[in-house]
Every structure is written in structure tokens, then in C-alpha cells.
């Protein structure tokens, strides 16, 4: 019996099948993911949020495949050739790739060969010769020659009969989904450069002579190649046997014909149409089937190296979005320039902009003491705190001329520090940024991103389009729907994980909101533009067109600091007020008395006050949220500090130990800004002395960590990093990364991550260079730019 999507969706995650069932109705009641994580727990039997994305995202899956299976059914039913067989086979299909394995034969498609044959008469030479390879082709072929019909002579009316054949052998949805994936398992992709591209495509040079199995490629390596291919660079082909040469044929039938020749029982056992068969499926594997499982592979390849890198580039977005704010502290924003100058915003804590100017304190210009003296009166004058200072262009010396006006004048007590500006020009040129800070020139509101991205990274950067921050890899390879909805689900989790003050938040963050579209949030601003802040969250019903759906969505997450009610500032839902006020009944107090007293709710049993209505996760959740309303779940801010006198390629030594700031993690390593205009490279293999699986797990963008350097290659631009400080220097003259604790493997961890050797390897050539290059756009996208890599938005 077929199991339904529900019972499909609780065996893979592992939950019980009334969960999903449970989670699914509230889904397509209009919850979104967060409320349902949050205020729904008794519900879905408290599946998290990270489970309710699963769900979601496979729930979409199966109901495009139950759409298309019956699709299929149809279209084949009403050419009359749906049976009980067929409809069950079909039934019970898994996969998208499945269905259509078994609806091919039946596809309508432009006349073939075969079915011009058909319509020839000659299906019944072909099934008279597969039936009985006793016969003589050409002897029966002779009775099937028909003028009037097209078949002039013998050999047309068996080369009919072969591509009718030819037909069925790649029809075979069977036999098909098992050579596909006989040749993921023992297959490889081989690439080799086109002629003339060596000097024009050197930035893919790591694969002019490449050759690695399906199964071993990683997401990263496998866009590079198909980009490489993409920009006429590249040749590749997939080979189906990892020890086949490519462009030589192979001797004898392989192993793939083999299979397909047993599958319709044909051998060389002497009889008469013996090798007309196997020259037959000879020619379907390679004319026919090898084609179309080279296209289903592709396809299969890019699929799992796209959902690989979506879930890279959404893990480095969410830690981005939930790294540590300044807070409201007054800030200075620079946005580094040289010839035309470094624009300098001012905000309040609030991160409104109280001042803004331009300053030239580099070359050509060379106003140094000038700059320095308008920096220091705009920050006495507006109680200046903290320095943000953008990461690309100048960034290096205006970080030195910000080290110049503490040094001077140490009175003014300023922090400085440097903040990733990608994508501050996409938000600069957009229509809020217009509508948002219209007085100002485009130029200036970058310092002004800059300086609110510091004081709360979250809240600024839900402005720009998440593709545009750029912390992924080749992130302009991938598919735009995958990306956008995973993308926007991380920052939808992030905002409703960190909670709204709904009297300061902007339409851009107000949409992120549980609930709350484009249309509600900019109504929500003008309420709140017209008849002031909101006092409590019951006003929020006021609000045109907020509904008590979007209320009951919304509410939890919108925070009210000082509201009338002091639970309005908290994550307790408003319909869990009640169970709040029988348990200030319990303990004899009001709800001043126990927001924060940790004594007293320490003495509350949660299950004093479960009943039919309200379960003992929400009682649990009620209580935490009291002990600490309001909790910001991101880190305490910190800085980090850049070496004094290191700011370029050129004052980088092996053996340094510097302290820096990931700004990207890839499959491959952690990107690493230590204050030289160029990020640094950690290998996956350099970042602890255990195995790693995933980057991630030693480190995150925003970290603030210290690390040894390895290598300089001033030439490619490209600095080899370590965190493991005791790690020894690559050894002048040997291979390059040979040092003691190299996490070993091939093609891509051996030898501390380094290179390899050269020449053609089944593991393809190195692990860093490679890497490097692979890298086509992200969150490191200076670094990767200098490098001649191209990718990523500023």
C-alpha cells in the first residue's frame, strides 16, 4: 500500500505521523514556521523550527510529485494505454526522476525514427527478431520491404526495426534507473582545457587536466566546473567507468551494454541475428541511453551541489544576521575612499542621522590632520562611541587613520572597528534608502548602513536583498527560486528568534515579522508616524487591515519596551496572558514583582497550571521568558584588533600570529580578514587537529579569532592561514603544506589542505589552490576580486 505524504514525511524525520499531520493544518491555515515553533508546541508535539523547515520543504516536493503523477496518469489515460499494471507502477513511484523514467515511452515527442518505423510495419521485424535471433535478418527483412511505405530495400526495413528497438532499450524505466545509478556509483567527471584558453582561463587552471568520481565532487568543485564549461573554458565529460580514458572507445561491450543485453536476453550464442542484437545495443547505450543518463547526472550533480551551497550561504547568512549589535550606542560611520574621499555618517543610538560630511585624507588629496580634526569635533559634538569602518576599498588606511584620531585624542574614549560593508551600495541605490534618507546623497547613505549595521546588524541588513550580502559561494550559479526561499526563510527565523520593538523597527524588518507583509508593515509605520508610539500591544488591532490572523501570527514577536503592560516587552504570547495572571495569583504577586525574579519563579510548579487549553512546553516556555524577558539570543559585542603595521600582502611573514575576523565559511575552510585588504584562507584541514566535517562547526562569520600565517603568495594574492598555532611552516623547497597533523585523504584534505603535486589525479589537483578558485562569489567577494575571480556584490 502507497503511503500517503503524511506518513512519508513522519518516517523520514522521525516524528509521529499526528505531528506532521498537526503542523501541516496549521501551514496551510497561514501560520508561518516561527509562530508554529514557538506557540504552537503542544500542537506539533514542540518540532522545532529547523524540523518544520524539513517539513515544509518536503511537503512542497511530495505535492509537486502527487501533481505530477497525476498529470502523467491522465495524459496516459487518454491515449488509451493506461492499465492496472501501469497505474500501479506509476503509483508507486518515489521520486520526480522515477515518474518520468516510467512516463517516457508514453511522452508525446516529435515523430522518431522508431515511430516512423512503426507506421512503417516494421514493429513485427523487430519483435520477430528479439523473440527468435534464429532467424536470418536479412532473409525476413526482405518480406517487410514495402516501397509505398518508405522501406526501399532490406537494410531500411532493419534499420527500422533497430531503432524501434533502440527505442524500447531507453524506454525501459527499470533497466534505466538502474544504469543511472550504476554510473553515479562507478562514473567521474573529466575535464580538459579547450584550445587557446590556457592564458584566458587561468583562474580554472586546477582543472585543465581534472578527473574525479561523481560521489567524491563537492558542491564547490562541481559549480566551478560547470562554470569553467559555461565560460568557454572547460571541456567536460562524464565518463560512466572511473578507469575509462575519456575520448578513447572502450574495448569490447561494457559493462552498461552488458546489462541492457541481458535485460531483453540477447547473447552471442552463434544464431543468426545474434550480433545484429548486440550491435543494436551497442548503439541504443550510445546514441541514446549514455545521453540521457549524462543529462540526468548533470542534473543530478548540480542539484546536490546547489542544495549544498544554499545551505552554506543560509548557515553564514543566519550568522550574520545574529551577530553580536553594539547596541544603542552613538556611532561613527566611514565608508573608505580614496580620490573621492572617505563619506563619514554620524547616528544617534537610535540610528538616526545626525550629521554627515566627506573627508580626503588620502592620496591625492592627502588632508590627513584636516580629517582628523572634523572626526574628532563631530564625535565630541554628538557623544561619539564607536568607529564603523567599512571593509573594502581604503579600508585599511582609513582603519590607520581612525587608530591616528584615538591615538590623538584619547579623551573622546572612541572604539573602533571594521565592519563588512557588502552590500551597502545595493541599499544605498534602492527605493527605501531613497524613501529613508531622500535628503541624502546616494554616496553617504553607505557610512550611514555602515554605522547602523554595527549598532544592529540584523535590522540594517533585512534592507537588502539576503543575495546581495554575499556570504555564500557562486551564489549567481544557483537556482533563484532555491536561493530565495531559503534565504528568506533564515531571515524570517532570525527576526522572529530575536523579536521587534515595533515603535522603532522599519517596513523592511516589520515584513520579516511572523504575519506581517509589505502592505501591513508600511500601514503599521504610518499608525505609527500619526498617532505616535504604541503603548501596547491591543493597539496593534487599531492598526488597517491587521486582522485578528495576523494579530494572533504577529503579536508574540512585536516588542513594546515600557508598554503599560510589562508583558507587552516580552515573548509571552497575549493569549497566554491568563495562565501569566493565575500564577501571579499562585505566588501573591504582581508582574513587576516576577518578571526577573528568579526565587520565586524557581518555586512554581508548570504543572500547577497545564489544563486542556494550554500544554507543558507553553507553561515552561511562559515561565523561562519571565526569568529573562526579552532575552536578545545573540552574542555580547566584541572587537577584534588588527596588528599595527601589518596592512598589506607585503607585510605578511610566515609564522606571524595575527588576530582576525571570519567573513565567510565555504565547505572548504573558513575566509579569515586580518587586516590586510585580502582575506586569508583557512583550510578545512588547518582548523583543528580532529577531523572536520563541516567548517562551521570550529567557526562562524563574526568570529573574532587568531590565527598563524602559512604562506604568502603575493603574486595570486593569497594568504594560507592556520588556527592551529603550533603548526609548522611549509618546508622551502619541499611540498608545499607538509607540515605535522595534516588531516590526510584525498582531494581536498590531505597535507594540511595545501598542494598536491600536479599532473591528473583521481582527487583532481590540491586542496588550496583549487579551493581558491572555486570559490566564485561571496561574502570574501574584495579578496576573491583582486584575485581575478570575479562574484559577489559590494
Same mark, same amino acid.
Given at each position: ?21 498537526? $503542523? ?47 498529470? !502523467?496518469? =491522465? ?32 511522452k508525446p515527442k516529435r515523430r522518431t525514427k522508431a515511430q516512423i ?50 527505442? /524500447? ?78 575520448? =578513447? ?68 547568512? +543566519? ?19 580614496? #580620490? ?36 574628532? /569635533?563631530?564625535?565630541? +559634538? ?11 576599498? $581604503?579600508?585599511? =588606511? ?14 573622546? #574614549? ?49 534592507? !537588502? ?117 493565575r500564577i501571579l495569583d499562585a505566588v501573591g504577586s504582581d508582574v ?47 572587537? $577584534? ?8 600582502? %607585503? ?14 565559511? %565555504? ?28 567548517p562551521r562547526e570550529v567557526a562562524k562569520p563574526g568570529d573574532i ?13 593569497? !594568504? ?25 585523504? #584525498? ?46 556584490? #559590494?
Amino acid at each position: 500500500m502507497t503511503m500517503s505524504i503524511h506518513q512519508r514525511i513522519a518516517e523520514e524525520l522521525g516524528v509521529r505521523q499526528g505531528q506532521v499531520q498537526a $503542523a501541516v493544518d496549521l501551514l496551510d491555515g497561514g501560520a508561518t514556521v516561527p509562530f508554529i515553533a514557538r506557540y504552537r508546541k503542544e500542537a506539533t508535539g514542540t518540532l522545532d523550527d529547523a524540523q518544520l523547515r524539513d517539513l515544509e520543504e518536503r511537503l512542497r516536493y511530495l505535492r509537486e510529485l502527487e501533481d505530477r503523477r497525476a498529470a !502523467i496518469l =491522465e495524459s496516459i489515460r487518454s491515449q488509451g494505454k493506461l492499465d492496472d499494471e501501469l497505474a500501479a507502477r506509476i503509483n508507486a513511484a518515489e521520486s520526480k526522476a522515477r515518474l518520468e523514467d516510467i512516463y517516457l515511452p508514453y511522452k508525446p515527442k516529435r515523430r522518431t525514427k522508431a515511430q516512423i518505423a512503426r507506421e512503417a510495419g516494421l514493429e513485427p521485424l523487430a519483435d520477430l527478431l528479439l523473440a527468435d535471433p534464429t532467424h536470418d535478418p536479412k532473409a525476413v527483412a526482405a518480406d517487410y520491404v514495402d516501397a509505398e511505405k518508405g522501406v526501399a530495400d532490406g537494410t531500411a526495413a532493419l534499420e527500422g526495426a533497430r531503432a524501434i528497438l533502440v527505442e /524500447r532499450f531507453a524506454e525501459d524505466a527499470d533497466l534505466i534507473g538502474e544504469l543511472r545509478e550504476e554510473m553515479w556509483t562507478r562514473g567521474r567527471v573529466a575535464a580538459r582545457v579547450r584550445e587557446g584558453q590556457e592564458n584566458e582561463g587561468a583562474k580554472f587552471a586546477d582543472y585543465f587536466d581534472f578527473s574525479e568520481p561523481f560521489t567524491k565532487l563537492p558542491s564547490h568543485r562541481i559549480l566551478a566546473l560547470f562554470r569553467g564549461e559555461k565560460e568557454g573554458v572547460l571541456d567536460l565529460v562524464l565518463e560512466p567507468d572511473e578507469d575509462s580514458n575519456p575520448g =578513447e572507445a572502450p574495448q569490447g561491450p561494457s559493462s552498461y551494454e552488458q546489462r541492457i543485453a541481458h535485460r531483453f536476453d540477447i547473447g552471442d550464442q552463434g544464431r543468426p541475428a545474434d550480433h545484429w542484437l548486440l550491435d543494436s545495443v551497442r548503439w541504443a547505450w550510445r546514441t541514446r541511453v549514455l545521453v540521457h543518463l549524462g543529462i540526468d547526472l548533470r542534473t543530478r550533480l548540480r542539484q546536490a551541489a546547489e542544495e549544498e551551497a544554499v545551505r552554506v550561504f543560509a548557515a553564514n547568512l +543566519r550568522d550574520l544576521l545574529l551577530a553580536a549589535p553594539a547596541g544603542t550606542r552613538p556611532t561613527l560611520g566611514l565608508d573608505p575612499g580614496f #580620490r573621492t574621499g572617505v563619506k563619514v555618517a554620524v547616528v544617534d543610538g537610535t540610528g538616526k542621522v545626525v550629521a554627515t560630511d566627506t573627508i580626503y585624507p588620502h592620496k591625492p588629496q592627502d588632508r590627513w590632520d584636516s580629517s582628523i580634526a572634523t572626526l574628532a /569635533r563631530l564625535a565630541e +559634538r554628538h557623544g561619539v562611541e564607536l568607529v564603523a569602518i567599512g571593509n573594502g576599498t $581604503a579600508s585599511r =588606511e582609513t582603519d590607520r587613520l581612525a587608530a591616528d584620531l584615538i591615538r590623538r585624542h584619547p579623551e573622546l #574614549r572612541l572604539t573602533k572597528v571594521m565592519v563588512s560593508e557588502a552590500g551597502a551600495s545595493v541599499y544605498s541605490a534602492s527605493a527605501y534608502a531613497s524613501q529613508e534618507l531622500p535628503e541624502l546623497d546616494v554616496a553617504l547613505r553607505g557610512a550611514v548602513s555602515i554605522a547602523r549595521r554595527l549598532q544592529d546588524p540584523l535590522a540594517e541588513l533585512v534592507k !537588502i536583498d539576503p543575495k546581495s550580502i554575499g556570504v555564500g559561494q557562486y551564489q549567481h550559479d544557483l537556482s533563484e527560486t532555491m536561493l530565495s526561499r531559503s534565504l528568506d526563510a533564515v531571515v524570517e527565523d532570525c527576526v522572529n528568534g530575536v523579536g521587534v520593538d515595533v515603535n522603532t523597527a522599519s517596513a523592511p524588518l516589520l515584513t520579516r515579522v511572523s504575519g506581517i507583509g509589505e502592505g501591513l508593515a508600511e500601514n503599521i509605520v504610518l499608525h505609527r508616524d500619526t498617532h505616535g508610539p504604541f503603548r501596547s500591544r491591543k493597539q496593534l488591532k487599531d492598526v488597517s487591515r491587521l486582522g485578528p490572523k495576523a494579530f494572533e501570527q504577529c503579536a508574540g514577536f512585536l516588542r513594546i519596551p515600557d508598554a503599560e503592560d510589562p508583558l507587552d516587552s516580552s515573548a509571552v504570547h497575549p493569549e497566554s496572558y491568563p495562565v501569566v495572571r493565575r500564577i501571579l495569583d499562585a505566588v501573591g504577586s504582581d508582574v513587576a514583582g516576577l518578571i526577573g525574579n528568579t526565587r520565586l519563579l524557581k518555586s512554581v510548579r508548570p504543572t500547577d497550571f497545564v489544563d486542556d487549553a494550554v500544554g507543558l512546553p507553553t507553561v515552561t516556555d511562559i515561565l523561562g521568558e519571565l526569568e529573562k524577558p526579552g532575552r536578545d539570543p545573540r552574542p555580547a559585542f566584541q572587537t $577584534a584588533a588588527f596588528a599595527e603595521g601589518v596592512e598589506t600582502l %607585503a607585510d605578511l611573514r610566515p609564522g606571524m600570529t595575527l588576530e582576525g575576523v571570519v567573513t565567510n565559511v %565555504a565547505a572548504f575552510g573558513a575566509f579569515v580578514d586580518i587586516g590586510v585588504h585580502q582575506d586569508g584562507l583557512v583550510h578545512v584541514s588547518a582548523m583543528s587537529r580532529n577531523f572536520v566535517r563541516d567548517p562551521r562547526e570550529v567557526a562562524k562569520p563574526g568570529d573574532i579569532v587568531k590565527v598563524k600565517v602559512l604562506e604568502v603568495d603575493a603574486t595570486r594574492k593569497r !594568504i594560507s592561514l592556520t588556527l592551529r598555532l603550533d603548526d609548522e611552516l611549509p618546508q622551502a623547497g619541499g611540498q608545499p603544506g607538509e607540515r605535522r597533523g595534516g588531516q590526510g585523504g #584525498r582531494g581536498g584534505q590531505g597535507q594540511g589542505g595545501q598542494r598536491q603535486g600536479g599532473g591528473r589525479q583521481q582527487g583532481g589537483r590540491g586542496g588550496q589552490r583549487r579551493e581558491r578558485a572555486d570559490s566564485g562569489g561571496g561574502a570574501m567577494a574584495d579578496a576573491l576580486r583582486r584575485a581575478g575571480f570575479g562574484g559577489g556584490s #559590494r
